[in-house]
T-cell receptor, first 112, second 112 residues
């Protein structure tokens, strides 16, 4: 296992509520990523981080923010959840710039 | 993000058959990777390719990085029931913190 823990693994929430997903790694890897996976769309990059306090937007960043105050933790926040954000969210880490990402087990979010 | 076209979308085969799937892109990638995902889990890296023309094997799996750097294929020989899952191609460009762009996946079903 790549030493990645996502929490919570499952969450049901209501439209308009804030939600935070946490990714914790024990590998001391520099790069961390948040993807969402939806039927018919594959995996799409939301945000990524290349170091503590260094983050940037991905392909589908609208409605999401991230923070990385420590190497091991990368938080994804939905300030006001919408039904379109119902998805499975995956965190990934990488220690090198070779593209070899290692994924967590996913967090399934349902927004009613 | 850079779009990857993966085909076929799904395959239903008998145990023992060989499988071939491919991925094309309009963009050049520096690295091509193949992942497998099983239900309820995150994608797991199968093979990574770093050089145009490179052919790499991992057990019954063989993958190639196309000469044009815009395509890759994955072959699975003598399929077995545990090969069932969704296979994703992924390409790494030079932007987005070395994040990966994913194809939409090939769903493989293997009957005994």
């Amino acid at each position: 296992d790549a030493g990645i823990t996502q929490s919570p693994r499952h969450k049901v929430t209501e439209t308009g509520t804030p939600v935070t997903l946490r990714c914790h790694q024990t590998e001391n890897h520099r790069y961390m990523y948040w993807y969402r996976q939806d039927p018919g769309h594959g995996l799409r990059l939301i945000h990524y981080s290349y170091g503590v306090k260094d983050t940037d937007k991905g392909e589908v960043s609208d409605g999401y923010s991230v923070s990385r105050s420590k190497t091991e933790d990368f938080l994804l926040t939905l300030e006001s959840a919408t039904s379109s954000q119902t998805s499975v969210y995956f965190c990934a880490i990488s220690g090198r710039d070779t593209g070899e990402l290692f994924f967590g087990e996913g967090s399934r979010l349902t927004v009613l | 993000g850079q779009q990857l076209n993966q085909s076929p979308q799904s395959m239903f085969i008998q145990e023992g058959e060989d499988v071939s799937m491919n991925c094309t892109s309009s963009s050049i990638f520096n690295t091509w990777l193949w992942y497998k995902q099983e239900p309820g889990e995150g994608p797991v890296l199968l093979i990574a390719l770093y050089k145009a023309g490179e052919l790499t094997s991992n057990g019954r799996l063989t993958a190639q990085f196309g000469i044009t750097r815009k395509d890759s294929f994955l072959n699975i020989s003598a399929s077995i029931p545990s090969d069932v899952g969704i296979y994703f191609c992924a390409g790494q460009g030079s932007n987005s913190g070395y994040a990966l762009n994913f194809g939409k996946g090939t769903s493989l079903l293997v009957t005994p």
